[in-house]
């Protein structure tokens, strides 16, 4: 795969608007907060997924475009959403999302970062 997806990284909540509609299948938006540890951990395997994985992965700053944050919930970081529309999106936190478990979720080419 030599034109890997990389995580679109969200500057704004219209251009978050845009990316859903436009994202052909899946959408994994991953919450991070610049300096969290957890966060830059778990990166690497998001970015595996972007791509490995039939995904749109958005990555939103939630200093950056709070707005989001607030519109979704989200309380802590990171935070990981899948779903195929905004309106379906679940909470649930990247940590506890392995790569291996969401590529089986998923349609991937691989499952490993």
């Known amino acids: 795969m030599t034109d890997a997806k990389k ?15 436009a994202a052909p299948g899946e959408v994994l938006v991953d919450f991070v907060l610049e300096g969290c540890e957890p966060c830059a ?10 791509s490995g994985c039939d995904v749109t992965v958005l990555r939103v700053d939630v200093d950056k475009v709070a707005a989001l944050a607030d519109r979704f919930n989200i309380n802590a970081m990171p935070t990981l959403l899948h779903s195929k529309t905004a309106a379906g999106m679940t909470p649930k936190t990247a940590k506890e999302v392995e790569p291996e478990t969401m590529a089986k979720k998923l349609k991937c080419a691989r499952t490993k970062p």
Do not use: H, N, R
Not at 7 to 21: C, G, M, R, V, W
Not at 41 to 50: G, S
């Open 7 to 21: 995580p679109i990284e969200i500057t704004s909540e219209a251009q978050f608007d845009e990316a859903l509609k």
């Open 41 to 50: 951990v778990d990166k690497p395997k998001i970015e595996a997924l972007a």
